[in-house]
């Protein structure tokens, strides 16, 4: 299960957003689908699969398909320290 991280600002933006880590003044764009992602994690912490459920309900794709892509996402946005996994 991940949920988002304290300290960030976060800005939509026309396709995407634009996140600041206040604790480093690093600043991240995030394209529609990480956008979508961590939209889905504002509401309560989840886990990828969770996510691919919400997102086969908004877009037209399968989940075999979109799975690994927002795996990556969890993935690079947990290296950036914007999410945490927890229990």
Do not use: H
Request: overall charge negative; some cysteine; aromatic content about 6%.
């Amino acid at each position: 299960m991940y949920r988002r991280c304290e300290d960030l600002v976060v800005c939509d933006l026309d396709g995407g957003s634009a996140l600041l880590d206040l604790n480093t003044s690093t600043y991240f764009k995030l394209n529609s689908t990480a956008s979508f992602i961590w939209e889905k994690l504002g509401d309560r912490p989840m886990d990828a699969d969770m996510i691919a459920e919400e997102m086969i309900q908004v877009y037209d794709v399968d989940k075999a398909v979109c799975l690994p892509d927002i795996q990556n996402v969890l993935k690079d946005l947990a290296m950036a320290k914007l999410i945490t996994d927890q229990p």
